[in-house]
């Protein structure tokens, strides 16, 4: 996926949250099939973002502390990912956090398509 600057600086802040989990997304899609070529993964991409995302949470919110763990448990199992040395586990551990980051982004997709359509 190609990130153009013009797309990031004309983005509102709620299509940069969906343009964060498109990143995240695509990078966990290629160490999925690393993993299935029986190649090492570089996933330090989708931590830094999945980190970035949690701690621009606004915790005055109910929903932000749910995300806050969501998020802090997605790194976990990007991390076991990265350690384990069982392919069926690493699959499995980044099989889960992108369904997971999926489901949210379908979400953060759906309020900035609306938020797009009311400007």
Known sequence: MEVTTARVVNSTPIELVTLSYEIVLENLKEAIECVNDNNEINISISKDFVKDL???LDMKYEISKDLKSLYTYVIGL???AEITKDKN???NCLN???????KLYSSF???????????
């Open 54 to 56: 949690s701690q621009a």
């Open 78 to 80: 990007m991390i076991n």
């Open 89 to 91: 586990r690493k699959l």
């Open 96 to 102: 889960e956090s992108k369904h997971i980051l999926e």
């Open 109 to 119: 997709k759906q309020i900035s398509d609306n938020e797009n359509t009311l400007s």
